[in-house]
């Protein structure tokens, strides 16, 4: 917010992003809440570097923010503009209230690749397919260059307030699991560093289109999704950077398809900003009446806990769910993956893996996930009927030597003395049983 010649940076930790979702689990798990402490802590550095500060308030924006407008004498205040509902209602009650007092909320589109003022069409017309999407952006449209960070701030005298921790939050203690691999830290700080690691210092964006589907091995791909969902790196500062390494090192189809990555971010943006809270209900963007399981059942209420702990019986689901347990991150190959057997083996409410993946993954975005999950559902934009992951084949393809489930399930192992679970159910049996019914709900 702006205080005359004054700029008072604030983040507000609002308590409804740690309450409980539907399913029981929190909305902001372990790892992600971890996350986002560091990324509070690495600001508050750089503002204080530049001769300013980050402001911290607990509580509720509507209550919060109009009070802190009161104290500074503020008559503008800057926001990230968001599209979901939850956020987007706060944003309509803290505007009325500044509204009452002579301020004004402005928000600031900054989450997307492409400007939302720059697409070559209006929301309500935005394409029902990716491809679609794609082809008429690169064509018609312009990415807009990053902005450089002002050197100096000039932030009132007033109480920072403290930085809230885990405790504070009422989340447990973090313990890394060992074979953690990839542990991203929070903040800008950070995110330059995995930034230049990736791209300048291993050339790994030189192949990423042929490696971006390993499971395993820290550079398989950019890891750079954590700080682009939390903000600390914008995926305008990623484009420039590829933009500049293709003009200084190589281009080629792998640095084309890290740009072609975030692009798949920007269509998920806009997809929420197009439908809401349509993308939230379990008949998602096609309407459809599939008879999902749901929790009220004992016997889903079992499945689905064998799913979440990685005890199928499926070696390529087992890892990456214990992966994501244990670590707040698993690969978007394992994801593609976990959400196939979720919706179309076990047939259970694709929502419900959506929340789980919200409470653990320390890169989750409102968008990108539930967009993602209703696509692997079949109820989503880009809908291709029912497309089933034969779990087989992709362990052939994608961990051919077993690296990745050894890793995560000691049962696999030839010194192991734990039995490791048979299958829990006939794939390809349990995969045409739900396809007749989502063909017989697509012809009523």
């Known amino acids: 917010m702006h205080s005359g010649d004054a700029v008072v940076p604030v983040f507000c930790v609002d308590p409804r992003q740690f309450a409980p979702l539907p399913s029981g689990v929190p909305k902001t798990g372990v790892f992600r809440a971890r996350f986002l402490l560091e990324a509070l802590a690495d600001l508050r550095a750089s503002f204080r570097a530049m001769g300013g500060d980050l402001i911290v308030r607990h509580g509720r924006p509507e209550a919060v923010l109009p009070a802190l407008v009161r104290e500074v004498g503020a008559r503008r205040v800057l926001m990230h503009e968001e599209v979901a509902s939850e956020e987007t209602t706060v944003e309509a009650d803290v505007s009325t209230l500044l509204e009452g007092m002579g301020a004004s909320l402005e928000g600031v589109w900054g989450h997307t690749l492409y400007h939302a003022d720059d697409l070559p069409f209006d929301l309500v017309s935005l394409p029902d397919v990716f491809t679609k999407f794609r082809n008429r952006v690169e064509r018609e449209s312009v990415v807009r260059p990053p902005r450089t960070a002002p050197r100096r701030i000039t932030t009132p005298a007033i109480e920072p307030g403290v930085l809230p921790t885990l405790k504070s939050l009422g989340l447990p203690r973090v313990v890394d699991d060992p074979r953690t691999l990839f542990r991203p830290v929070g903040g800008e700080t950070a995110a330059r560093a995995r930034l230049d690691h990736y791209l300048w210092k291993t050339d790994g964006i ?50 084309y398809w890290l740009v072609f990555e975030l692009l798949w971010r920007d269509y998920f943006r806009f997809v929420m900003a197009r439908f809401g809270n349509q993308l939230f209900a379990v008949t998602g963007l096609q309407s459809s009446r599939f008879p999902w399981r749901s929790l009220r059942d004992a016997s889903t209420r079992a499945d ?36 196939s057997f979720l919706t179309k083996n076990l047939g259970i409410d694709w929502r419900l893996g959506a929340e789980w993946f919200e409470s653990l993954l320390v890169d989750y975005d409102v968008s990108s996930n539930w967009g993602n999950w209703a696509y692997a559902a079949g109820v989503g934009n880009d809908a291709r009927g029912f497309r089933f992951f034969n779990l087989q084949k992709q362990s052939t393809e994608y961990d051919p030597l077993g ?35 989502y063909e017989r709900v697509a012809r009523e």
């Open 206 to 255: 030189r192949t990423y289109k042929d490696t971006r589907n390993g499971m395993l091995h820290v550079d398989d791909s950019s890891k750079l999704s954590p700080w682009l969902a939390l903000g600390c790196l914008s995926p305008r500062r990623v484009w420039s950077e590829v933009q500049r390494y293709e003009q200084t090192r190589a281009k080629n189809e792998s640095t």
């Open 304 to 339: 689905f806990a064998r799913w979440t702990a990685g005890t199928t019986g499926f070696p390529i689901v087992d890892a990456a769910m214990r992966e994501l347990s244990a670590s707040g991150y698993t690969s978007n190959r394992a994801r593609q993956n976990v959400a």
């Open 403 to 437: 690296e990745f489930a050894r890793h995560w399930i000691p049962e696999l192992r030839t010194d192991s003395r734990t039995a490791y679970p048979t299958p829990m159910l006939d794939l390809f049996a349990t995969a045409k049983a739900n396809e007749a019914r």
